[in-house]
């Protein structure tokens, strides 16, 4: 079974400037899909960016980038210039490249951006 | 953009009801998914179908919980008698299928269940 471990549950970061979030997963398998999702307070599941597992370059969407790291099973989210509209709840999420398979979630980090 | 949708957005039932939750998935996805979400808590699997049947579910999907597809666009949860534990956010998700290998789970923006 897989595990995905976010270690930390809040985090805080000025306006402007760069944070980064971790993320950690155990798996055996060797194909797969990671995911960074943004839940704000609506509650509504907003992917943010997405990485295949067989590809060495990392996944950039505007100022969200990841640092995949396979053999240490390793996917950080790093948000650039952070904005106040950032503030959410942010899981990492595991998705085996099956015909069928779920998604596993982390715990989730809260983030708050200030002013 | 096609986007998964879901509802109701609310509902509140009493200890014991059934209740329905709809999902519309997204018109060429062909895998079905349904999480939970307790507040506060990580976003669970509930269960997952294809090809008009369950392709695999987890421990929280019991005989009170039950799935189906009745006219090839709803996709709905059925819990048949609620109990205080069942509430929470219920997230409906697809995926198509593209060459065999899987594409991203879009998920709908959730029922948020109450149960007094």
């Known amino acids: 079974a897989q595990t995905v471990t976010q270690s930390q549950p809040e985090m805080s970061v000025q306006e402007a400037e760069t944070v980064t979030l971790s993320c950690t997963y155990d798996?055996?398998?060797?194909?797969?899909?990671l995911f960074w999702y943004k839940q704000p307070p609506s509650r509504q599941m907003i992917l943010v960016i997405r990485?295949?597992?067989?590809?060495?370059q990392n996944a950039t969407e505007n100022r969200f980038s990841v640092n995949f790291q396979k053999a240490a099973k390793s996917f950080s989210l790093k948000i650039s210039d952070s904005q106040l509209g950032d503030t959410a709840m942010y899981f990492c999420?595991?998705?085996?490249?099956?015909?069928?398979?779920?998604?596993?979630f982390g715990d989730g980090t809260t983030l708050t951006v200030k002013p | 953009e096609p986007e998964v949708t879901q509802t109701p957005s609310h509902q509140v039932t009493q200890m014991g009801q059934e209740v329905i939750l709809r999902c519309v998935p997204i018109?060429?996805?062909?895998?079905f998914y349904w999480y939970r979400q307790i507040l506060g808590q990580k976003v669970e699997f509930l269960v997952s179908?294809?090809?008009?049947?369950?392709?695999?579910k987890s421990e929280i999907f019991d005989d009170q919980f039950s799935v189906e597809r009745p006219d090839g666009s709803n996709f709905t949860l059925k819990i048949r008698s609620t109990k205080l534990e069942d509430s929470a956010m219920y997230f409906c998700?697809?995926?198509?299928?593209?060459?065999?290998?899987?594409?991203?789970?879009?998920f709908g923006p959730g029922t948020r269940l109450l149960v007094l």
């Open positions: 999420a595991f998705m085996k490249a099956t015909n069928a398979g779920k998604s596993t």
């Open positions: 798996t055996s398998e060797n194909n797969y899909y």
């Open positions: 990485q295949e597992a067989y590809k060495q």
């Open positions: 018109s060429n996805h062909l895998y």
């Open positions: 179908f294809y090809n008009n049947e369950i392709s695999e």
């Open positions: 998700a697809s995926i198509p299928r593209v060459a065999g290998v899987q594409e991203t789970q879009y």
